[in-house]
């Protein structure tokens, strides 16, 4: 059988209007890889895709119960919005769905607004997904895709860990039959859990026990298995053989999971209405920058191993198209899948395809299985979803970075705690404020080393490390950092702390590290070295950047700094400042710092020129050993 490339007809429709293909690729992402779609890559992308649609078929029902909806749901959310994101977005092998973090996400806040389960609460998630698809497409259009990197690793990383134990949290009534609440806290729920250890429903807590342990054991033994399903089975068949047994009476104990309303996704428009938009638009923009991080990150991460380069605006919109469409088909918010891309590239999807073709095979899956779904127990759901929720827990990783950083552990802490005892959606944002305001203070405190010339003759760097003590009349600084208004004060207070209390009235700045200056910087110097003149010394720079001259040049500032007190590299900056020291002062000084110091002694002085150590100042008693 021949495969048709509609690609090349398309590439031939616009030969003559090579523009207008170029505008159809951005238009329609789709049309870049179409044309790679042969036998071959049909082949391995529908294994990808059946591989795909079996592992998203326990996540699904899990999902959609942690976010508070009938299971369905989870497994709509897995169908409409996966296309989409394939068809629109860029990365190759992400996999677009339901995902533990906005599920946990959506529970948590919008459980405050509606009763989960009710048709209110599944009219708002509906509108809320909308919106979020509205936000995400209208940054992508803004080209905004770079927003993402403002939300660091650590913070991610926190936030995952406190969903994981939320959702841990929230089964533990499953877990173990214990009855509580619905919607208590973190905190309330650990102490009815502890108090309410006596009323431990063993029968139930014996399902989750199996379903646990039987999915533990197939994920370290049988990796290439699906655990989940695995669990699943066996939870269900051990609930069976307990209903066997007319003594234990467990059939009426433990409750069972509902069955499916709809295989398909019915089509039904979200709540337009003003009510609706005030519950929840708050809500859509955490779930927005959630969403797109989730998708980004994932896409980033397989692109590294795939060798593929990825559009951050172009997943923007191919995430908000996806969210969009979904909200009109009874899909909840989705995003990119770690374990679901990584599953679908490690099947050897080839292309996009693998995801479209895995959420049809989901729909065949279904009715099949839809009809077995009611006799799944709740603890085995909740078992389940503990071992989802551990795999949040990235210990190794947050261990990595205590030991690694203190104000990354400070952002993983606050955001780890912030998860779970504040409301979930200001988590996020308190996270990514504490990593911006240490971000602004590490900027606004630029790295200022203390440096001398390289003694050996013929040497243009300047080292930390020479061990030399400090010129009386030049101090030599090595700035790293941009000097822009947030740390202009900090500069401030460094130069004119040098001179107050020593005769040091000129400063040579290497300034290699400087990348950026604004006006605010640009003004610092300009006053600085106004400064420096009228106390009898200057202020220089070596090595500027060309960028940082023009900007000093276009506002004036070079009048007040002088070209004469610029040096490029391979200048010699100490011989021309040299000449503007206190000869007198000089004349005093046994120190020697500089070669031009050592080169104007007197004859009778010149054994202290010769094989100068650079590990200290000369002792003024002990002349160095010229026999060495």
Known sequence: MKIIVPGKPLKFLFRSRPELLQFAGRLFPFLHWWPMVNRQTL???ALAGITGAVVVLPQGVAFATIAGLPPEYGLYAAMIPAIIAALFGSSWHLVSGPT???SIVIYATMSGV???GTPEYIRLVLMMTFLTGVFQLAMGLARMGALVNFISHTVVLGFTAGAGLLIISTQLTHFFGIPMPRGISFAETLRQTLYGLDDINWYVASVGMITLLVGIFVKRRYPRLPYMIAAMIAGTLYTLALGWIPQLDAHNQIATVKALSGIFPHFVAPDFSLEALRKTASIAVAVTMLGLTEAVSIARAIAVRSEQRIDGNQEFIGQGLSNIAGSFFSAYASSGSFNRSGVNYESGARTPLAAVLSAIFLLIIVLLVAPLVQFLPVPTMAGILFMVAWGLIDIPQMRNIIRTSLSESVVLAVTLLATLFVQLEFAI???VLLSLMLYLK???????LDV????EEGSYHYSADTGLPDCPQVKCLRVNGSIFFGAVDHMQ????RIGEQSTQKHILIVASGINFVDVAGAELLAHEAKRRRRLGGGLYFYRLKDEVVGLLRRGGYMNDIGDD??????RNAIAAIYKKLDSAVCRDCKLQIFRECRASLPNGDARLAVNFPVTGALSAGAPPDISK
Do not use: C, W
């Open 43 to 45: 082949r391995a992308d």
């Open 100 to 102: 533990t973090a906005i």
């Open 114 to 116: 509606a009763e989960p």
């Open 429 to 431: 944002y308190t996270g």
């Open 442 to 448: 590490r900027t606004s405190h630029p790295v200022i």
């Open 452 to 455: 001398k010339p390289d003694p």
């Open 493 to 496: 207070q460094m130069l004119h």
């Open 565 to 570: 007190n610029l040096f490029p590299v391979k």
